[in-house]
């Protein structure tokens, strides 16, 4: 037991007369980078809250490297593990410095003063987390994800060996959440930082963790590695939800594609249809929820067997397709045009090119032309996606003279699409 981090041990939590935990046991090695997950109510954070010693279960025992966690100081706790809660309150007018400097507490006496080395971990932390910008600014006039990240910092200023996390990434957009999660993996795989976290998002959970709890009901559902938990059918059991699950065009992990709800197969007037102009399993996610959200989407040109056709087969998507392995034919060229034309939207989504699938770039300028709204995903990034000598590049900066629309992300495709809805259902309301 000793060589364990945290152990858990028959742990049973209540709020009133409501039982929250019935008998949870996990432990948790050194350098584990351990994800919770779980619908509402499951008891994520109650279960958080053990393991930092915010809440004192009326059953069982949290034992920390060997030790009852209830029979360590808060401040030798403080020293080795730092806790990240989801809202952090601040009630006075700090700066971000002063702020993230309170990290430096449980290292220094009762009459310390931080001295030149504090000052430099502070700095490192803040750099580390992308707040140092931020150090003069007062603390009560950050937004969501400017606190989200000062709190992280601060509780790096700690120099913990343990990082607990509750919902760290919750007030930020996708790229801020990449980057605080990319760090967090840093820490834990470079320098061994044991992190212990709750994330709503599966896909994050499956991209980050080494392993996941899976909590139902107060209870654990399932442990193991992304590939063990993240199954058709335990999503289904857990969530109630239907679910697609592939694997990562990269790094192979599970991802979960959420399904539509069944409809009766009729398509409304005011239904927006969205043409996504996708490939190498950039566009599955999405397709799905496009179509959750009630869109008819279709996509093209996909090679068979791609990600993307295979996530447009299992959602009964239009799906533009070509040969696998293969060049773009002027054929399918056509066709993904002809499709697209009959969409409302259209997204380019962030897919390398290169030759073999130079067209789904060239597409847009007769869509932008006829008048077509497209969108261009991450054109930030493209030069690094782009393997044709940069003609990619050049035709995405002349097609933005034409009209053609950036977006940096595909948070940023959902909100537009949830704004094209609304606008489209206006028209239609006013025309009665």
């Known amino acids: 037991m000793s060589n364990m981090v945290f152990k858990i041990h028959d742990i049973e939590c209540s709020y009133g007369s409501h039982q929250v935990l019935k008998g949870v046991n996990f432990e948790v090695p050194p350098g584990s980078f351990l994800v919770i997950i779980g619908p509402n109510a499951a008891g994520k954070s109650t279960l958080l809250k053990t393991i930092t010693a915010a809440l004192k279960p009326i059953g069982g025992v949290v034992y920390f490297q060997g030790k009852d966690l209830n029979e360590i100081s808060r401040r030798d706790l403080a020293k080795q593990v730092a806790v990240v809660p989801q809202e ?47 150090r003069d600014r007062n603390a009560l006039e950050l937004s969501g994800g400017e606190s989200q990240k000062v709190i992280l910092a601060r509780a790096l200023a700690q120099e913990p060996e343990i990082i607990l996390l509750d919902e760290p990434v919750s007030h930020l957009d996708l790229s801020a959440q990449l980057e605080v999660l990319n760090l967090l993996k840093e820490m834990n795989s470079n ?131 070509e040969k696998p392995f293969s060049s773009i034919s002027t054929r399918s060229y056509e066709a993904n045009l002809q499709m697209a034309l009959q969409a409302d939207v259209i997204f380019a989504l962030e897919t390398p090119f290169g030759r073999g699938n130079i067209l789904n770039a060239q597409v847009l300028e007769p869509l932008l032309a006829d008048g077509k709204p497209c969108y261009f995903v991450d054109a930030e990034h493209l030069p690094e996606r782009d393997y044709t000598g940069g003609d990619v590049d050049r035709c995405i900066s002349m097609l933005k003279e034409q009209g053609l629309q950036l977006l940096p992300d595909q948070l940023s495709v959902l909100k537009e699409v949830q704004n094209l809805r609304k606008e489209k259902s206006d028209v239609e309301t006013a025309l009665g």
Not at 100 to 119: A, I, Y
Not at 268 to 289: E, F, P
Not at 302 to 320: K, P, S
Request: aromatic residues 6%; charged residues 20%; contains cysteine.
């Open 88 to 134: 952090t309150e601040v009630n006075f007018p700090f700066t971000v410095l002063e702020l993230v400097m309170m990290g430096r507490h449980p290292h220094l006496g009762r009459f310390d003063q931080e001295n030149k080395q504090d000052f430099e971990i502070v700095r490192q932390a803040m750099e580390s987390a992308n707040c140092w910008h931020l």
């Open 191 to 321: 320098h061994g930082v044991t992190c212990i976290g709750i994330l709503h998002d599966l896909n994050l959970a499956s991209q980050f963790s080494k392993q996941l709890i899976m909590l139902k009901d107060g209870k654990i559902f399932k442990t193991g590695t992304p590939k063990e938990v993240l199954t058709v059918e335990n999503v289904k059991k857990v969530y109630n939800t239907d679910v697609l699950v592939i694997k990562h065009p990269l790094s192979g992990v599970p991802q979960i594609v959420v399904l539509p709800i069944a409809s009766d197969g009729s398509v409304s007037s005011s239904q927006l249809r969205v043409h996504l102009i996708c490939g190498g399993g950039v566009g599955g996610a999405l397709m799905g929820q496009l179509s959750r959200l009630g869109c008819r989407v279709s996509a093209g040109v996909v090679n068979i067997q791609d990600t993307d056709w295979e996530v447009g087969q299992a959602l009964g998507l239009e799906i533009v397709e």
